[in-house]
Nanobody, 121 residues
Framework: VQLQASGGGLVEAGGSLRVSCTASGGTFSRPNMGWFRQAPGKEREFVAL????????WYAASAKGRFTISRDNAKNTLYLQMNSLRPEDTGLYYC???????????????WGQGTQVTVSS
């Protein structure tokens, strides 16, 4: 499976942004899909996870109430809608697939290349 993230950009604090991740070369509807982010000098951190069919979601505490993960299996696309953005949300956002229900990056099999999100204060 090849994953391609897109939609990042520069936004002011309090603004919104939606990043997307398009899958190819596999059966997108099978795995659970997650979003991670990594700021310079920091470890990659879990943001959100969605089940294969989209019925179940899991958010990091920092994302809950502000971010929404969703997927359109007919379009092989994963989304992360981010509202009320803060400067600390700045980072490279990665999508990844997993057969597990876990927030640790080591349980994820395929990764996209990342899309940069920068939130200015």
């Amino acid at each position: 499976v090849q994953l391609q993230a897109s939609g990042g950009g520069l936004v002011e604090a309090g603004g919104s942004l939606r990043v997307s991740c398009t899958a190819s070369g596999g059966t997108f509807s099978r795995p659970n899909m997650g979003w991670f982010r990594q700021a310079p000098g920091k470890e990659r951190e879990f943001v959100a996870l969605i089940s294969a069919g989209g019925a179940n979601t899991w958010y990091a505490a920092s994302a809950k109430g502000r971010f929404t993960i969703s997927r359109d299996n007919a379009k092989n696309t994963l989304y992360l809608q981010m509202n009320s953005l803060r400067p600390e949300d700045t980072g490279l956002y990665y999508c990844a697939s997993t057969k597990n229900w876990n927030s640790s990056p080591k349980f994820y099999d395929y990764w996209g290349q990342g899309t940069q999100v920068t939130v200015s204060s």
